[in-house]
C-alpha cells in the first residue's frame, strides 16, 4: 500500500489549499525521519525534483553528535551536502498534522548523483533489487511495542526521567477493559496512521504495565520500511499531542520487559507465497528452509542491525519472551526465528531477536542478505529446536553485548558482499562509538552502588 496520495493529487490539494506544508524526509542511520517543511507551493513548483541536506545527517548519533571516524564525511572534508531526490510514490497525508503532507526522499551523492551506499534506504533497495533479479519479491510486516506514559515528553525530560509512570498501571495483555483507559490516545493513533495510507490492522495492549502493541498489514519490504519509520512519529506526535509521551527504547526499565519489533517475512514470486509447499513437512518450501538456515547461519553476525545500541541487549532476560537463543521452531516464541502459519498461504518466518529501536531499512535488508544467501548456497536447514529454549545450553546464542555483535558485524563475509565493506565499516563504526559513550558516562547505578560503600 505505497502511500495515499499522486503527485497530481497533491497538485489539486495545494491549489485548493488543503495541503500547504510538505514534509520531505530522508532516514537517517538510527531509522528516523529527518529534512524539511517545504511551502506546498514551492514544493509543486520546484522541490518535487530535488533539494539537499548536510551530509551529516548519515553520521550522527542519537543525540545528533557530530561524530569523528568516518570515511564519508568529517571536519577535514567540510561537511558537505547530500541531494534529497523526492520519491513521489510515497506522498502521504499526515492527518494529524493539519494542511500536511509527506514524501520520502533518497539520497544521492551531490556530484555524481549516485545513491549514497550507506543511506538506509539505499541498503534496503539494493537488496530488494537482489530478490526481484531471483524473480522473488519480499513482503515484509513488523509488529512494533512501545510503553506509553502518563506525562509528556518536556515534563520527563525536566524531571531528567525519573518520574516515568506509564499511562497503564498493570499488564493489560489482550485486555480490553484495561486498554480502555488510554484508549483516548490509541483510538486517535490508529486512526490517524490509517488516515495517513497506513494499513493500521489492530493494537493491544502488551505483556507489561503500559506496554502497547501496533500491528500494520504487510506490504513490499520498502514499503513497510516507510511505514515503521512513520508509526514510530505518529506515535510520538499523536501521544504528545494528548500530553503523553511514548518512547520505543529497548529496555526503559531494569525491572520491566522490553519492547520489540518482530519482522514477519515471506518472498513471492507470481504473486504466490514462494515460501508455501503444501507437499512439504508443515507446508514449508525448499526456498524457505534455504531462506531460514542462511539467516540462522548469519544470525549473530547481522544482530548488530537488529539490536544496535547498548541498551538494546539489556532486553535479551531468559523469560520475558525476548530470545537468547539464534534457532528456529514452530510457532514457539521462546525462539529466535519462529515459523507462523505452516501449512497455510500466510506461512512465513518472524525474526523475534530485534528490538523496538531497530532500524527498519537496516534491519530487513540484513535478513534479507542472509536469506537470500542461504537461496543462493542452497543451505541446509537444521532440525528445529523444541520446548523452552531458554534452557537449550547448546544452541546458538545472540549475542550478548553491543561490542560482540559490532565485531562480528565487522568479520562478517557475508554482509560485506552484501553491502560492501565500506558500508559495513561505516556502521561499525557508529556501533563503537556507541560503546564509546556509553564507556565514559557515570551512570545513577554506579553512583548509587559506590557513592557511600566504594
Known amino acids: 500500500m505505497p502511500a495515499n496520495m499522486t503527485f497530481d493529487a497533491l497538485k489539486e490539494a495545494v491549489a485548493s489549499g488543503e495541503i500547504d506544508t510538505i514534509l520531505a524526509c530522508i532516514v537517517d542511520m538510527q531509522g528516523r525521519l529527518q529534512g524539511k517543511r517545504f511551502h506546498a507551493q514551492h514544493f509543486v513548483d520546484t522541490a518535487w525534483q530535488e533539494t539537499h541536506c548536510c551530509n551529516y545527517l548519515l553520521a550522527t548519533d542519537l543525540e545528533m553528535m557530530t561524530v569523528q571516524g568516518y570515511r564519508s564525511t568529517g571536519w577535514e572534508a567540510g561537511y558537505g551536502d547530500y541531494v534529497m531526490k523526492p520519491d513521489l510514490s510515497t506522498i502521504r497525508r499526515i492527518p494529524w498534522l493539519p494542511g500536511t503532507a509527506l514524501v520520502m526522499c533518497d539520497l544521492l551523492d551531490h556530484h555524481g548523483h549516485e545513491e549514497v551506499a550507506h543511506a538506509p534506504r539505499t541498503i534496503l533497495k539494493r537488496q530488494v533489487a537482489r530478490a526481484e533479479a531471483m524473480g522473488l519479491k519480499p513482503c515484509v510486516a513488523t509488529e512494533l511495542e512501545f510503553f506509553l506514559f502518563q506525562e509528556s515528553f518536556d515534563a520527563l525530560s525536566d524531571a531528567g526521567y525519573r518520574t516515568l509512570q506509564t499511562l497503564g498501571r498493570y499488564n493489560l495483555d489482550y485486555s480490553i477493559i484495561g486498554t480502555s483507559k488510554e484508549e483516548h490516545v490509541m483510538r486517535a493513533i490508529r486512526n490517524g496512521l490509517y488516515g495517513a495510507g497506513i494499513p493500521v490492522e489492530n493494537s493491544k495492549g502488551e505483556a507489561e504495565a503500559g506496554q502497547e502493541e501496533l500491528n500494520v498489514r504487510y ?70 528452509r534455504h531462506y531460514i538456515a542462511g539467516q540462522l547461519a548469519n544470525a549473530r553476525e547481522i544482530t548488530c542491525f537488529l539490536a544496535p545500541y547498548v541498551n538494546s541487549y539489556k532486553r535479551f532476560v531468559a523469560g520475558l519472551f525476548a530470545p537468547t537463543k539464534a534457532v528456529w521452531s514452530l510457532d514457539n516464541r521462546t525462539a529466535g526465528f519462529r515459523v507462523c502459519g505452516e501449512g497455510t498461504q500466510a506461512v512465513r518466518v518472524e525474526c523475534r531477536i530485534g528490538g523496538a529501536d531497530l532500524n527498519p531499512y537496516l534491519a530487513i535488508a540484513a535478513l534479507l542478505a542472509a536469506g537470500l544467501e542461504g537461496i543462493e548456497r542452497t543451505l541446509e536447514l537444521e532440525p528445529a529446536t523444541v520446548g523452552d529454549i531458554y534452557r537449550a545450553a547448546e544452541a546458538r546464542s545472540v549475542p550478548t553485548s553491543l561490542a560482540e555483535a559490532a565485531e562480528l558485524l565487522r568479520g562478517s563475509e557475508m554482509l560485506t558482499r552484501a553491502f560492501g565493506a565500506e558500508v559495513v565499516e561505516h556502521y561499525y563504526r557508529a556501533a563503537r562509538w556507541e560503546i564509546e559513550e556509553q564507556q565514559r558516562v557515570v551512570t545513577d547505578w554506579e553512583v548509587r552502588r559506590g557513592f557511600e560503600r566504594a
Open 219 to 288: 506490504s513490499d519490504a520498502l514499503d513497510t520500511a516507510d511505514m515503521h519509520s512513520l508509526v514510530k512519529m505518529g506515535v510520538k506526535d499523536i501521544a504528545n499531542q494528548h500530553g503523553h509521551a511514548a518512547t520505543f527504547m529497548a529496555k526503559y526499565a531494569t525491572d520491566r520487559a522490553g519492547s520489540s519489533s518482530h519482522v514477519h517475512q515471506s518472498l513471492f514470486r507470481d504473486g504466490q507465497n514462494a515460501f508455501l509447499d503444501m507437499n512439504a513437512d508443515h507446508g514449508m518450501s525448499d526456498l524457505m
